[in-house]
């Protein structure tokens, strides 16, 4: 099996260079490698390397910066994404890709179906979008999957974030009226080895949209509190106790970009394909955070 991985330098492209390699042999493509912003760049790294997948883990991902950098966002997280669907609809090879729970606008109460319709609210979300639309248009074999709340060990994130802030400040607000689930990196490239698995075996999953995340339900300020309970527990210097955060409105804390209320996704359909369980946010989570605590600690 050969693969064609984009987007090698992100928090999903590290976890993905890691793991794909057990499937065959990985072209790790990064931004020095592939400009998405090029396309006889991405034309030229697939007829250069005649893949049978393309693990396309590249994106935009600056949610406010997208909102003045509309023509930027699209480039990448649309015609990039168009480009590469049709070399694969050409090719008669399989596209793996990767979305966002910001498709939807966050009105419903329960979590989203994939049939349901989209509405984003923010340029990051449109882009999004018009990337799932152009990948479905071209009619190449694809899995598109719409992943919630990305934080890894790798990379910048919220996590890091929220850590280094409580390392320097008694006390935090966090948003806690956006509901979802943070998602590993690891769990997402987990998914995508058994997709490619069933691709290798001819066993393939019906090409479509699948929803990706842990099970359960929380909010930014849960998220919070979980990180600093864990840090604290391995003893990680912080100024910030479980008890300093403040929990806050997205009214309290405006930014350039909407965020959807709900980003609770509904992961029936992907879960029919696979033969694990997905896990709970909060063991998902926890493996995450001893990953980033460990190499706080060998700093």
């Not at 399989?94 to 109460?109: P, Q």
């Not at 074999?141 to 409580?166: E, S, Y």
Request: proline share 4%.
């Amino acid at each position: 099996m050969r693969i064609l991985l984009l987007g090698a330098n992100g928090q999903l492209g590290q976890e993905l260079s890691h793991t794909l390699p057990s499937l065959g042999e990985v072209k790790v493509c990064g931004r020095s490698e592939v400009d998405l912003t090029n396309k006889h760049s991405i034309i030229e790294a697939v007829d250069a390397f005649k893949p049978e997948v393309i693990v396309n883990a590249a994106a935009y991902t600056a949610v406010d910066k997208a909102e003045r950098e509309r023509g930027l966002a699209f480039k990448v997280n649309a015609e990039a994404v168009g480009i590469l669907a049709s070399e694969a609809a050409k090719l008669d090879i399989w596209l793996i890709h990767y979305s966002t729970d910001y498709v939807f606008d966050g009105s419903k109460t329960e979590p989203y179906l994939e049939a349901d319709t989209p509405n984003p609210i923010n340029v990051y979300g449109e882009s999004k979008l018009a990337g799932e639309q152009a990948i479905i248009t071209s009619g190449c074999k694809h899995l598109i999957f719409r992943t919630t709340w990305v934080i890894g060990k790798d990379g910048h994130n919220f996590a890091k974030t929220i850590l280094q802030l409580a390392s320097e400040r008694d006390t935090l607000s966090i948003i806690n009226d956006q509901f979802g689930v943070p998602a590993a990196p690891a769990l997402i490239a987990k998914v995508t080895n058994a997709a490619i698995e069933a691709i290798a075996t001819a066993r393939h999953w019906p090409s479509g949209i699948y929803h990706l995340a842990p099970h359960g339900k929380t909010t930014w300020y849960g998220i919070a509190q979980t990180l600093i309970q864990q840090a604290k527990e391995a003893c990680l210097p912080l100024a910030t106790n479980e008890r300093d955060l403040q929990a806050i409105t997205t009214a309290d804390y405006p930014t350039s970009a909407k965020r959807p209320a709900n980003s609770l996704l509904d992961t029936s359909k992907l879960e029919k394909q696979l033969k694990f369980n997905l896990p709970d946010w909060e063991d998902d989570f926890s493996l995450v955070v001893e990953g980033i605590i460990r190499e706080l600690k060998a700093a």
